[in-house]
């Protein structure tokens, strides 16, 4: 049996407006009961099939339907662009539904009842419009009888619904048509970050595997700490900075600074990342699983001045700050951190 199916969607204001509102109105894209009405009509506009004598087969409603509330389904169907004949009884109640009328045109009643206060939605319409049906692979002879199509159309049905699941799984399976619901599973299943955002994972999850390649390397770290922190972060690894370098010009205050461990590096970020404590202690946890096994990450904070201290990294986010005025005599200790010069308008 053929996987193509044709339905007709109707799921905007704009189409809903070409039909007629009889207690009912447009609520955004859904048709819904007008307030206060606890039964309504919605008829929608004659669809043309282009095919005299069209069967018309199977309806579906997209609905919410809340509790105390139902839709009926009434059809009439001719050749003719003009409705001969009056709506008659329902064709049945609920979202999936068999019209079994034939025509070139067909006209359709939604009967809306609803008893509690919420009012039901009617948000998709879809009417079947072409495709194989399991009658059409048997003898002529019993293509012809009612009994026999309409018997076969609840196992059509539940064979093409099943169908129609196995061709959207690529849809599901992609991070950017996934919907919501998936899109929290393919994280999980990628193990990509829980607490990112549904758009940054649409982004993040088609390049996850390359992430995960430089994960543990400079640039990843790096790369980890700018998405955990939206800041551009430096990195001083120990090597770099190495006290027994030839080149090293005071091998004292490099130990002092960056000590001997050979396997802690610095991640050097701006002092007004972080809002509060609580936060830089969450991004330090979350850094944990994202640096190499064995090593250790020290988080420098650079403040928005020159700091004559440990840890003072001219020309990344720095200004030259106030001088501290000072009297010179014998009781006074002058501290590391004091500016001594200057008047006192400067």
């Not at 928005?304 to 440990?310: G, M, S």
Request: charged share 25%; aromatic share 10%; with cysteine.
């Amino acid at each position: 049996m053929s996987a193509t199916q044709e339905y007709l969607n109707l799921c905007c204001e704009e189409q809903w407006r070409k039909g007629k509102f009889f207690r009912t109105q447009c609520r955004g894209d859904a048709i819904c009961l007008t307030p206060g009405e606890h039964l309504g009509r919605y008829e929608l506009f004659p669809v043309d099939s282009g095919e005299s004598g069209f069967v018309w087969s199977r309806l579906k409603l997209e609905a919410v339907l809340p509790r105390d509330a139902a839709v009926q389904v009434c059809a009439v169907a001719g050749d003719s662009p003009v409705r001969e004949e009056a709506f008659g009884p329902p064709c049945g109640a609920g979202t999936d539904i068999y019209l079994g009328v034939a025509g070139r045109y067909l006209w359709l009643a939604l009967e809306l009842t609803g008893a509690g206060e919420e009012s039901p939605l009617i948000r998709r319409i879809s009417i079947r419009m072409s495709g194989d049906h399991m009658v059409d692979y048997l003898p002529a002879i019993y293509r012809e009888q009612d009994f026999t199509y309409r018997f076969l159309s609840v196992f059509n049905s539940m064979f093409q619904d099943m169908e129609d699941v196995i061709d959207c799984l690529p849809r599901l399976l992609s991070p950017g048509s996934a919907p919501p619901e998936m899109l929290d599973l393919l994280a999980e299943w990628l193990c990509a970050d829980p607490w990112d955002s549904r758009e940054d994972l649409r982004e993040r999850l088609p390049h996850i595997l390359e992430e995960y390649e430089m994960m543990y390397t400079v640039e990843g770290v790096r790369a980890s700490a700018a998405r955990l922190t939206g800041r551009e972060a430096r990195i001083i690894e120990h090597f770099s900075v190495d006290p027994n370098d030839p080149s090293c010009r005071n091998p004292d205050l490099y130990r002092r600074l960056y000590g001997d461990d050979p396997y802690r590096f610095f991640l050097l970020l701006e002092e007004d990342t972080f809002a509060d404590r609580d936060s830089m202690e969450l991004f330090l946890d979350r850094m944990e699983d994202r640096i190499p096994a064995g090593t250790g990450l020290e988080l420098v904070l650079l403040k928005n001045r020159v700091q004559l201290d440990w840890h003072t990294y001219l020309g990344i986010n720095s200004r030259v700050g106030g001088y501290i005025p000072a009297a010179i005599d014998e009781r006074v200790t002058i501290h590391y951190d004091t500016t001594i010069g200057g008047a006192e308008h400067e």
